[in-house]
């Protein structure tokens, strides 16, 4: 069975967020971000639990260890089944994170980031002044995540098999930059379609305006679920 596909909620208000989910008359997974959870605070998470849905909190924290483990014991006091830290901030902000995390909510899924989907190569080299290469950092970063207690990394679905061939098929990839073939890329450089996704590995995919946009939202999840499950176009 085929973990669901994660549905970004890329909406401003809780408004916006009702007239879309009630559209479904299934439970859905669905993001939030930073947009949508700054503007409206935890009560746009219990708003949503409330209508049946499971949530990944998309906040990627980054900061000192006792600052991310202390607001890990808040968001998991949310009833989020996802959420995640910045692999960047390191083993022990990481560690501190999945203990905090795990304590509150055992049940609950806990990645990282290793690396932001708009780095390129060149930012690697000239801003970050990395000697690795950014699949390389990508995989290092997605090591010390696992080392650290963490149950998976955000990945491009082209990382999954790198991911998984380093750290194991137990250790998640949640994928976004999902798109039918049809849909605009919009400032996403590296896409790929459910199908594609599944046949690389992936997990977890995270899908946004492709189903939040169309004119049918309904259909449109329909569409993108069985491409996922199914593995064809």
Known sequence: MMNRPIIALDFSTMAEVERFLTKFDEPLFVKVGMELYLQNGPAVIREIRAMGHDVFLDLKLHDIPNTVGKAMAGLASLDVQ????????????????????????????????????????EMMQQEQKSILSLEESVAHYAQLAKDSGLDGVVSSPLESRLIHAHCGDDFLTVTPGIRLNEDSKD????????????????DYIVVGRSVTKASNPVAQYSRVKEEWESGEE
């Open 82 to 121: 996802m959420t995640n830290v910045h692999a960047q901030g390191g083993s022990s902000m990481m560690k501190r994170a999945a203990e905090s995390f795990k304590y509150h909510n055992p049940d609950g899924i806990l990645i990282a980031v290793t690396q932001l989907t708009s780095t390129s190569e």
């Open 187 to 202: 400032d996403q450089v590296r896409v790929v379609t459910p199908a594609r996704a599944h046949a690389l590995g992936s």
